[in-house]
């Protein structure tokens, strides 16, 4: 089964609230993000991921009534979290998925404590079993 | 490289590999080893016509493989211990004696053992057995090939660690082997089943993959009903193929289906093996549900199911094993053949049940079965439920599509 983990950081003091801190401490989040994907691909259970450019950059694009696409600054500005990357995991099971993004959740910030970031955990749609009835 | 070539080397590839891990023991190097001999024939053999024991012919290949392998690893060893040692004579020759019935069937053992994950012993029994390159199994499965490297990789390496040997399991743990395996072959057929339910286009049909692996496991274990009857279930069910999805890959339910569509010839060999495997007094979950699978392609017309067949079947069914699913199944079967009330109240046990009372199926067959009665407006709140739980686009699709049909009336 494949799930999506999607990360939200809390919107803060500027991008990420990352610009406050210490080489050090941003080193070991690094390390701990690069570890986390390497332990994923050797475990065989990586299928996707990726971390997204600051929402500063995000732009809203829509259809206008006459098909034309309208281009805005986004995210919504009332959204208090906002979406910094996501994995893709294939695993066995539902619980599996929970550990990963329970791990990914513990990455280091200041002084190295864990953030406790939150993720939400969808699972990828898919096609129906084969069943005999 | 000509198709026949290549149904050969595909055919010979497990054999080569059982032979030769169970010369050389070391699973790994052994995969490495054959996997060079296959190239190495796709590539001479259509240019100087294949040997004529083309079997013995890529296990010497492989086998001389393995000891360049083993003389450079151990050469290396002494470069870096700067201890010069006498020339090792690591690798015996190959001897002629051909025990490949068995060997295909330890290797099929080794690479379903139930100490690997399922997606482990799926990407295994692919590669090894079936003879799939890593870029088609990761296609396959919609992961990126790094990842189904490591996947594989990490199988082997659970072989090397654990006690798995290259030997036949000693008769009492016999039948444990045989359902890891057909478990796992049940698991790549559903694989590939869902795959042509949907939208996604692979390079590798798992279906047939399934039934090719499954035939070939069925030749090495004739006697044995649960082989039979889950090769049986994967033919039935496939025979089917043509008629269940519309052109933008739509469900289209057993009772819709146009059964002109049905692979004719499919359905009598499914058939035949499903009652072969009963005369010899074969009773096993596999062949129930190939039994069950057959009734349903015998019908010539939906409204000519031997529905009460089926109910009898599933009864069975049930007493062989605890599944809350084959008990939904069976509901659905009472429902057809004693009338809808008695199946609904079938389903009232099941909504009360924790493995099952949240599943989509549920729902959905609830809401089936009121609809059939007349009740749409009872149904529709169910075909929401259900179109709100399942986790596949398809079903999804086909449920959705079914509101809209009962609200439109």
Redesign the interface.
Known sequence: ??FMLMMHAPRGDGEYGVNQWKPEELRAHIQFMKDLNKDL????????AEGLAPPGQARIVRALADGTPEVTDGPFAEAKEFLVGYWIV?V?TAERAYAIAGKASTAPGPGGKPLGIRLEVR?V????????? | MRQTEEHLLRELAPQVLGAVVRRYGDFGAAEDAVQEALTAAAFQWPESGVPENPRAWLIQVAARKLTDQIRSQSARRRRETKIVLEEENVVPPPDESPVEQDDSLVLLFMCCHPAL????AI?LTLRAVGGLTTTEIASA????E???A???S?AKQSIKSSAIGFVLPPPEQRSQSISAVLHVLYLI??EG???S??N?HQRVDLSSEAIRLTRAAHQLMPENGEVSGLLA?MI??DARRPARSGPNGE?VP?DEQDRSLWDKAAIVEGVQLVSDALARGAVGSYLL??A??AV?DEAARAEDTDWPQIVALYAVLMRLSDNP?VA??HA??VAMADGVAKGLALLEPLARDPRIKDHYRLAAVRAHLLERSGKVSAALPYYEQAAEK???????NYLLLKIASLRGN
């Open positions: 089964m494949k691909r050797e475990a065989g259970e990586l299928a996707g294939d066995e699972q749609m898919s096609s129906p079993d084969f069943d005999c009835s | 994950t399922r997606p482990s990407a499965f919609l992961v990126p790094s990842t189904m490591q996947r594989i990490r057929f559903n089943y869902q795959a339910s949907g996604a279930l039935l069910t469900i057993l549900q190939a069950i699978a349903h699913m939904l199944n659905v079967a399942t986790a596949s686009t398809p079903e999804r």
